[in-house]
């Protein structure tokens, strides 16, 4: 369907009739929501996307869009189904809908460069050089945008969280999630302008394409050298800490210390409870204050508990570090609270669309402003809260600041035992690998595991039943290139894309660029 005869002035591509090009972008869609967990298909990641890039040929932005509609939503309605669990389909529906219409967006500009792109760029380096790195980025600005847009972004779905598990993942302290994902979508782009024109015989382009996997699958990861160890207890509880859970004060409290074993002081350097661990803040609670201090003693070693603080007219997700004869000594507030669930944004504007879901959110957490590292025993070990885990500056700022370790503390008992939590596990991994740091990724209910500086898992937890990991974790001060370079990936390889498509808007009204008869290219019908 891609391959066709030229007729003079066509670009050398057929586009697929409406009916059928829906039904592909449909189908990408679904095919890409199987690269993440829990099926990890990590190699369709440049397939699914490969086919969207082809219903998108020969289309201007208008018909993008529209098949930008079907392929997003159908990525979208799989992707997060998890928040239908307990919240019902209205916030499935807005946050699907949402992200889809960035995707059908930017779909609607990479059909403008794969149709625009073969008249202003006809050699072979514009049509297998430039056009496949232009639309490569402008798939990668959208998802730069999504990360941090609107308030605050859902850095969910990218293409490099597919990879975190698979063939492309020692690409990650290189290039970093933003570099990853612009990876795929390139080898994706790529291959669609190979195979759409008659002129590159198949086994030519099925060479180039095989030759760029293999090429991509060569690079090594990043050389990381372990400096030290820490010994880490972490505890998941096993308790229901869901919004709609029915405990009693406390309770959460005691399931996490019910899980912490028994072991010897001295045993460990630090103990791990994840986000939530304690329902009850040792600030306004001498009940939970004993409790800390007396196992803090016990193991003769500090704790790292998630609670929710007050102060003034302010709440916050904490982190808090207790140490034994200490008490609190340093704390971190998450930096990344999330909307409609954390803290409702323009409350007033959004609560006559759904008045009973907008009043669930009782409080609303404020943003946190501290630093995100720890000083434990010497260590600098950074503090992730939930979703922070996915926020690119966040875990730049951690290393920049010296984190040895990444602590990502999590609750995800809302989305029981849906995708999510290993959806979130892979984004710790990814972190782990662009990093080059052992990431414990610890969970009131799972997923709970330890993460290696080369992204293996050291150990694991079933996932809603109490229980603790207690090992020895490598400590790192390497400094990948990821890390070094930070957001400037991303913005250079966007700027890459949007180049391209201001050129490429430029042109449409250029004398010298062959103009279309109609709607469709010469040799189609419209």
């Known amino acids: 369907m891609l391959r066709t005869v030229n007729h003079p002035g066509s670009v050398g591509s057929s586009r697929m009739p409406l009916w059928v090009a829906l039904p592909v972008a449909v189908a990408a869609g679904a095919l890409l929501d199987t690269a993440f967990p829990d099926r990890g298909w990590w190699w369709m990641a440049p397939v699914a996307v490969g086919a969207l890039f082809a219903s998108l040929l020969g289309r201007g932005f208008g018909g993008g869009v529209l098949i930008g509609i079907a392929g997003g939503g159908a990525f979208w309605l799989l992707h997060v189904e998890w928040l239908t669990l307990y919240l019902g389909p209205l916030p499935w529906i807005a946050l699907a809908g949402l992200e889809t219409a960035l995707f059908a967006l930017s779909a609607g500009l990479i059909a403008v460069l794969l149709t625009r792109g073969s008249v202003i760029w006809p050699t072979l380096v514009g049509r297998f050089g430039l056009i496949p790195v232009a639309v490569a980025g402008v798939w990668t600005a959208r ?80 050389p990381t050298t372990a400096n030290a160890t820490l010994r880490v207890a972490a505890v998941q509880g096993g308790a229901d800490a869901g919004l709609f859970a029915e405990n009693r004060p406390g309770e959460l ?80 507030d998450k930096a990344h609270p999330v909307p409609f669930a954390e803290y409702m944004p323009d409350r ?30 010497g260590v600098a070990a950074g503090v992730s809260i939930c979703f922070d885990i996915a926020d690119d500056r966040l875990i730049t700022e951690m290393i920049q600041a010296g984190a040895q370790v990444i602590l990502a503390q999590t609750n995800n008992a809302d989305f029981g035992r849906t995708d999510e939590s290993v959806q979130q596990l892979a984004i710790a991994r990814m972190r782990a690998l ?36 207690v090992t020895e974790v490598p400590l790192s001060d390497t400094v990948t290139p990821a890390v070094i370079a930070g957001r400037q990936i991303e913005w250079f390889v966007s700027g890459l894309g949007l180049a391209g498509l201001m050129v490429a808007l430029a042109a449409r009204t250029a004398p010298s660029a062959p103009r279309a008869h109609h709607r469709g290219w010469p040799d189609q019908k419209a």
């Open 348 to 377: 007033a504007f959004w609560r006559p669309f759904a008045p009973e879901l907008i009043d669930l959110v009782t409080r609303d957490y404020s943003i946190g402003t501290r630093e995100n590292v720890f000083d434990i025993g």
């Open 253 to 332: 409290l005691r399931a996490h210390r019910a899980a912490t074993p028994l072991l010897e002081p001295d045993a460990v350097d630090v103990v791990v409870w994840p986000e939530n661990s304690s329902d009850l803040d040792p600030l306004r609670s001498p009940q939970s204050a004993r409790l800390l201090e007396q196992l803090s003693q016990d193991l003769n070693a500090p704790l790292v508990v998630g609670t929710i603080t007050a102060r003034g007219d302010e709440f916050f997700n904490t982190s808090l570090l207790w140490e034994p004869g200490k008490g609190i000594t340093d704390w971190y």
């Open 434 to 469: 662009e990093t080059a740091r052992s990431v414990i990724n610890i969970s009131t209910v799972g997923t709970s595991a330890i993460i290696a500086p080369d992204g293996s898992l050291k150990s694991e937890l079933p996932t809603w039943v109490p229980g603790a990991i």
């Open 143 to 222: 998802e730069g945008v999504a990360a941090v847009w609107p308030y605050g972004g859902f850095a969910w779905g990218r293409l490099s969280i597919s990879q975190a598990s698979g063939g492309l993942d020692d690409l990650l302290p290189w290039i970093g999630a933003a570099g990853v994902s612009f990876v795929v979508a390139w080898l994706a782009a790529l291959s669609v302008q190979l195979l759409r024109y008659p002129q590159v015989p198949f086994r030519t382009a099925s060479f180039v394409i095989a030759a760029a996997v293999v090429v991509l699958l060569a690079i090594p990861g990043w």
